[in-house]
C-alpha cells in the first residue's frame, strides 16, 4: 500500500472514529443525561482533572417556531460566566454579529441578580437572546471561571420553555428589552469587538 493510501485511510479513520463520537457521545450522549430543554447539574472541572475554580454544564435544546427557552442562570459569585449555543456537531452559529454566544458582561443582569438567556428562532426582542441563526435545535454549554472556594451549585440553572407570546410575561419586569435599531446597535458593538480582538 502506498503512503498516500495509508494517509489516506488513516484520515477517512480518523473522521469516521470522530463522526461516531459526536454522534453517539455528544448527540445522543448530553440527550441522556438531562431531556431536551433542560441542563444537567454542574460539574466541577477539576472532577475531570480541569480548573480547581472552573464549572461547566452541558444540553441539548429543541424549541419550536412559536416557543422561546428560558435559561435563568446564577452568577454564583464567579469572576466570569459564559453561554454559547452550537448545532448538534458542536459548530458555533455566526457569533461575529449575530449574539449565539454572551458573556455575563455583554448580558443583561436582572434586579434579582440572576441572568435570563432566551432562546428562539427569531428575535424575541430580549437583550439577552441567544440568536441561533434560525436554526430551532442545539447544544447548550454554560462555564463559569474563577468561582469562589465552597460555591454552592445548587439550581445554579434552571430552564423553562414557554410560548412566545407568554414569553415577556415569564420575565421579570427589568428585563431589558430591544427593538430592531437597539439590536442593531447590539451587533455592531459585537462585531467591533470581533475584529478589535482579531487583529
Known sequence: MSHESVQSYSMGYLSATIARYFRKVVQHGMCKVALVNSLPPL????ARGGLLSQAATLGCYRVAPD??????????????????????????HNYRRASSSLNHLQAHTD???RIRY??????PGVHNWLDGSGAGAGAILLRWQQLPEGAVFGDAVVTELVKLTELKTRLPLDTQLVGSAERRTQQEVRETGYLTRTR
Do not use: C, N, P
Not at 460539574?43 to 477539576?46: I, K, T, V, W
Not at 422561546?68 to 446564577?74: C, E, P
Open 111 to 113: 434586579g434579582d441578580g
Open 43 to 46: 460539574m466541577s472541572s477539576a
Open 118 to 123: 432566551v432562546i428562539s428562532i427569531d428575535d
Open 67 to 92: 416557543e422561546a427557552l428560558i435559561v435563568t442562570v446564577d452568577l454564583l459569585g464567579a469572576r466570569y460566566l459564559g453561554v454559547q449555543i452550537v448545532d448538534m456537531w458542536m459548530v458555533s
